[in-house]
């Protein structure tokens, strides 16, 4: 089981791994995180498999909706991998 | 050295990614060059075992001179490199050799060959080709006495012309010509590309006619249809509407096939296959539009893997010239920046370009009723010289047809 803060890191790799320019440091975890990078559906799409294959969680595509900031991702991450 | 894109008149070697001997096949990637729109993998054209490479890393060429030597048929490397040196000399023998790294095919011939040049015996497709890299037919002519100039003949000697002064190596470049992975580009090549762009849509502007239509789609269907496939299956096999929307304009342009292909010479030349050009922007700035091939005929889970690698690999900087020369019609979907329509400008020589705006749910008249619904708006610019409104309209009447029938797209 993950902590909270590995979560996290697998979301900034996930965010360099389409935006490498992304300083993860100054990002704004509480910020919708499209305003913050230039990210599009493919891009988003690739974080999700990079997260599935680093965290072995599938988010289904009903759950979008819940992914939009850094620190709303880790909190949906670490339900699913909490709820087993 | 091909031309990988419109305005392209050089282009230099990256690095080679054969050696001689080596056998090649038809579209393998021989070698990287770097253009104003990056660095891009070449394919051969023809397959055949490489007999000499002429160009050097670093070196800066024009475009149709030969890049490598290959040897063909019943030829020997050896044979083939020795009557290959010999056309460096000034007066060169007819070779049998052709060069191995060939330009795309040249396009349909023009109509009208140039007056100056016409009492010379030439192929449409040599003329055009002597036009565009600025060979005199007439000096050309002289060598074969008896034989019509041929297009080989026009680029071996636009390639002997430019081999005298670009000899000495250019120093090496500041920044590394093999990208990385993912990274952003440049400045240089920023301030480059930029230069690119505004070329070819100064010229867009310049010389084609724009018409422009816009209409809405309701997308309740193909959205619903969309979510019900994408739930049966894990993220990596998911289907984005930008795919289906990539599909339904490679069918409609089926019952309006003047809008896809190329408009040169003063002739429209139908496109072979519908090669869409998906525009993507660069990380940093800057846009490319490579071709996504056949994409009418793509089962919708390939067309999806097949843009996804295309739209990294722009971004990547490894796209194949042909990805960058063949597409037939381009779409650009700014769905996910916000806005709700584009207007797009045409990529020359192209005819018409599709623009998507994002996806908004509002108030939509179904039947009787007022219901939310998720709509979009797609948008045509077209080439007047080529199409009219009645026919850009049929275009996007299909377009909503085919879009209101999402299964029949899978």
Known sequence: MPTREEVRQAVFDAIRSVAPETDTATLRGDRPLR????????????????LHERLGVDVPEGAYGQLATVEATVDYLLGRLTAG | MPTLGADMTRGTLVEWHVKPGDAVAKGQVVCTVETDKGAV?????????????????????EVGAPLAFLAQGGETVADVAKATERMAAPAPSAAAAQPAVTPAPAPAPPSAPPPPEAHVRASPAARRRAEELGIALATVAQ???????????????????????????????????????????PADRQVAMRHAIASAMARSKREIPHYYLGTEILLERASAWLETRNAGVGVADRVLLAAVQVKAVARAVHETPELNGFYRDGTFIPGS?????????????????????EADTLPLAELMRRMADLIERARRERLRGAELTDATITITNLGDLGVETVF??????????VGFGRVVRKPAVVGDAVVAARVVHATLSADHRVSDGMRGARFLAALDRLLQSPEALA
């Open chain 1, 35 to 50: 305003e913050q990078v230039e990210i599009d559906s493919f891009d988003f799409m690739r974080m999700l498999v990079f």
């Open chain 2, 41 to 61: 993998e070449v394919e051969c054209w023809e397959p055949g075992t490489v007999a000499r490479l002429v160009a050097e890393p670093m070196q800066s060429l």
């Open chain 2, 143 to 185: 060598r074969k006495p008896g034989h019509a100039v041929s297009i080989a003949d026009v680029e071996r000697a636009a390639a002997e012309r430019t081999a005298a002064p670009s000899s000495a190596p250019s120093s090496a470049p500041s920044s590394a010509g093999a990208p990385a992975a993912a990274a952003s580009i």
């Open chain 2, 273 to 293: 296959g519908v090669h869409v050009g998906i525009a993507v922007a660069l990380r940093g700035g800057g846009l490319i539009a490579p071709a996504l091939h």
């Open chain 2, 344 to 353: 797009g400008v045409i990529s020359p020589p192209q005819v018409a370009l």
